[in-house]
């Protein structure tokens, strides 16, 4: 009675096992554009948000962009990388920024917004001197890596 118990447990368990992998399918990859340009702003903030996080973010992004090249013809597009809830030195050791970014990509030709994107990056900088640097760096990582853009050299 044991063994025949056993054994129904294990044809269903591999019935189930069976059912699962019939169900996973190969998700489509996600539309690719040609990035031409790309604008940061950031939203109206309270305290307001560095210039100097704006301008890392912005050189950044276009020297991805400068750097990228395409073999086929994909549609051209424009981005505007807007910030919004950009928090510096908070916790206990007041080491942790936060900033949540939306991205709008809109076609050259028309102006129509064809894809958005959203994320929030985290950091933690112990030097307050760099915390704009390592929170721009996290965000064009982000940009470059949803928008398939080349890392650029890095200076002598």
Request: hydrophobic share 50%; with cysteine.
């Amino acid at each position: 009675m044991l063994l025949s118990r056993s054994g129904a447990v294990s044809a269903l368990v591999g019935c189930l096992v069976l059912a699962a992998c019939s169900s996973w399918s190969v998700a489509p990859p996600p539309p690719a554009y040609d990035v031409r340009s790309a604008s940061v702003v950031a939203d109206a903030a309270l305290p307001p948000v560095s210039p100097a996080l704006v301008a890392a973010i912005n050189d950044r992004v276009n020297a991805a962009i400068a750097v990228t090249t395409r073999t086929a013809p994909l549609p051209q597009v424009a981005l505007t990388i807007r910030l919004s809830d950009v928090r510096r030195a908070r916790g206990f050791n007041r080491d942790r920024n936060s900033a949540k970014i939306n991205i709008d990509a809109a076609a050259l030709d028309s102006g129509a917004v064809v894809a958005m994107a959203s994320f929030e990056v985290r950091t933690v900088a112990p030097d307050p001197a760099t915390a704009d640097e390592l929170m721009a760096e996290d965000i064009a990582a982000r940009v470059r890596s949803i928008f398939s853009l080349n890392t650029p050299r890095l200076a002598n």
